[in-house]
């Protein structure tokens, strides 16, 4: 989770776009590869931001119902597994990362928030490595407090999002307040 939070941070990171699933698969690539328990190398990091690029898609979380954070989540368990369509147990695994990050990102929708998205998919990403690469990740969720509420352009989810602080007061950009 930190080190999502400090690349979704730099100022040449929009608030909603592909790059926060850019950040996503580097991310999660990259606390694995951290964490030692698989041996994970920088051609692999690539790899899963490569093909998280040829398939996240701006607008298409809206457009085709699969946001571009889940297809970065299915990119870390398709090159860590050694994924293909002749594969069987590898590429099922993946397809359900994929299917299941798509589902808990669902969860926060109204308006779409990239930030949070990528949030959900590194702890739900997490929990699928551990039991599927059996790669123990921790979170840290109670460390996260989302800084972007000003910054969406589609008003902040507020009292619905689980990563803003309850007692921070959020300006409805573009609605009567």
Known sequence: MAISEVMMSH????????????IASAALMAALKNQGSLKITEKQIVEAMERTKDQALTGYCGLTAVCGVAVGVGAVFSVILDAGCPKDTETEVTMRAVARTVDAIANDTGPCCCKSYVRTAMVLGCNLAKVHLKARLIPHL??????YVRRHP???RASRCLYLP???EIPRLGRAQ
């Open 11 to 22: 100022p040449s990171v929009p608030m909603l776009g592909c790059e926060n699933a850019w």
């Open 142 to 147: 109670e460390k996260v407090s989302c800084l």
């Open 154 to 156: 589609h008003g902040c």
């Open 166 to 168: 309850k007692r921070t």
